[in-house]
């Protein structure tokens, strides 16, 4: 048992490390349902105002998520007070119910793109919040309790261009 600990443990640092890696943050859900009125907030400061990023959403879910796609609106205020929102779409499995993603077991982790070569233009703190938007085929009303959702996060990398 304890050979397995130690190559399992072994095998997550060496795919751990990422150079390019500038910030992440995960939140849990509560229980696995992320509820259409909790707006997950992050802050972050302390950015290269002089390079290129790439930001991520990151979202982990496990097989209780009924859905093969994801709908989400992230909110990017910048600390002048400026902000940006999208209404983002990622698929979540195929058409043939394989879940999408990386992980072993019950959970995947899905790294979605969210900006690609943004520069943050003054320092300061910024605030990342998302929440979903996700709605039942001919329904008005959103989907009040998303299960399935276990974490969110978010993850800004350095860019290569």
Aim: charged share 25%; net charge negative; aromatic share 12%.
């Amino acid at each position: 048992m304890a050979r397995i600990l130690l190559v399992f443990a072994v095998a997550v640092l060496c795919f751990a490390c990422n150079d390019n890696l500038v910030k992440s943050e995960f939140q849990a859900t509560k229980g696995g349902v992320w509820n259409k009125t909790d707006n997950i907030l992050f802050s972050f400061s302390e950015i290269d105002t002089t390079k290129r990023h790439n930001m991520f959403i990151t979202v982990r879910n496990d097989a209780t998520f009924p859905y093969n796609n994801l709908f989400l609106i992230a909110e990017l205020e910048y600390p002048s007070g400026e902000t940006v929102k999208d209404t983002l779409e990622y698929e979540m499995a195929l058409p043939d119910g394989t879940w999408l993603g990386k992980g072993y077991g019950s959970i995947k982790e899905n790294k979605l793109w969210f900006k690609e070569n943004i520069v943050f233009p003054s320092s300061g703190v910024y605030n990342l919040r998302v929440w979903h938007a996700m709605r039942k085929n001919g329904s008005v009303n959103g989907v009040e309790n998303l299960k399935g959702i276990t974490d969110v996060g978010f993850e800004i990398e350095k860019s290569n261009e």
